[in-house]
Nanobody, 124 residues
């Protein structure tokens, strides 16, 4: 069992930055690829970013490319999402997820464990 706990969400203004963290309970965290997804009210879950288990490869959703950066620290069992130049349309609940193995980083169904999520609200 893997427990994932997100933190770092909050209320910010457009143009501000936030850094989300996702702490994993499992010592084999470094064997898992990690992803961030978000879901806004009334919308489907959206892929945000993913990172391979070593951190050598990253993937981003089109809407966040150039603004968000995913990274990981395997020594701390933590994955981060640095969000810059936030926009009101980035408002959502952000959740991290882990995958022991995947065929694609983009689909939620590829992930085994999920955190509860952290709210990010961006005001205009």
């Amino acid at each position: 069992q893997v427990q994932l706990v997100e933190s770092g969400g909050g209320l910010v203004q457009a143009g501000d930055s936030l850094r989300l963290s996702c702490a994993a309970s499992r010592r084999t965290f470094s064997d898992h690829a990690m992803g961030w997804f978000r879901q806004a009210p009334g919308k489907e879950r959206e892929f945000v970013a993913a990172i391979s288990w070593k951190g050598s490869s990253t993937w981003y959703g089109d809407s966040v490319k150039g603004r968000f950066t995913i990274s990981r620290d395997n020594a701390k069992n933590t994955v981060y999402l640095q969000m810059n130049n936030l926009k009101p349309e980035d408002t959502a609940i952000y959740s991290c997820a882990s995958a022991a193995m995947w065929t694609s980083p983009y689909a939620p169904s590829e992930y085994d464990y999920w955190g509860q999520g952290t709210q990010v609200t961006v005001s205009a």
